[in-house]
């Protein structure tokens, strides 16, 4: 209701304080439409929020404050290229020898034949399914991702996030 009160009168400029906090999922996919419908209609609109999805599906410009401090300011996809990308292996033998591979950045095995594999960002993650396939490495399973908002803030604002980070999302 406050929120249907705040943009009655159609304003250019909407500021929300961690809109989607005590709210089911359903009324959360409400409040998403709704901004993404002001938006379509060409007006601003600036929320806080710690939860990254609802900042990844919505937002055109991030910023990430931590401590009262800038961490970061641009687009989504600008932030995703500050870590590298993902590659989620599953083997029934060891893949460290992909760490010699010049686009790796790290191998670390998660859990009992489950490796993740870190390369350089810009590298393409099919390159190391290739290596798997060239160093003769079985695989099970092979699954490329790129980092996600979360996985992001998480790298920016590190241990401090626990008690103190915060994020806040712009939206043009």
């Known amino acids: 209701v406050q929120v249907l009160a705040s943009i009655a009168h159609d304003p250019?400029?909407?500021?929300?304080?961690?809109?989607?906090?005590?709210?089911?999922?359903?009324n959360q996919e409400a409040l998403e439409e709704l901004?993404?419908?002001?938006?379509?209609?060409?007006?601003?609109?600036?929320?806080?929020?710690?939860?990254?999805?609802?900042?990844?599906?919505?937002?055109?410009?991030?910023?990430?404050?931590?401590?009262?401090?800038?961490?970061?300011?641009?687009?989504?996809a600008e932030a995703r290229r500050i870590i590298p990308p993902r590659v989620r292996l599953t083997s029934t033998v060891d893949l460290s020898p992909l760490r010699t591979l010049p686009m790796v950045v790290a191998v670390e095995q998660n859990h009992p034949g489950e490796w993740q594999v870190d390369v350089q960002?810009?590298?393409?993650?099919?390159?190391?399914?290739?290596?798997?396939f060239r160093l003769h490495l079985p695989l099970t399973s092979f699954q490329a991702s790129e980092p996600s908002l979360h996985d992001v803030f998480v790298q920016l604002v590190g241990p401090q996030a626990v008690v103190a980070g915060r994020c806040t999302a712009l939206r043009h």
């Open 12 to 26: 250019e400029l909407v500021i929300l304080d961690e809109p989607f906090s005590g709210l089911d999922p359903v």
């Open 121 to 132: 960002p810009g590298s393409d993650p099919q390159a190391v399914l290739e290596a798997c």
């Open 35 to 76: 901004v993404l419908d002001l938006k379509a209609r060409g007006r601003t609109v600036i929320f806080s929020t710690h939860v990254m999805q609802h900042a990844e599906r919505m937002c055109d410009q991030l910023l990430i404050l931590s401590r009262g401090r800038k961490c970061f300011e641009g687009s989504v």
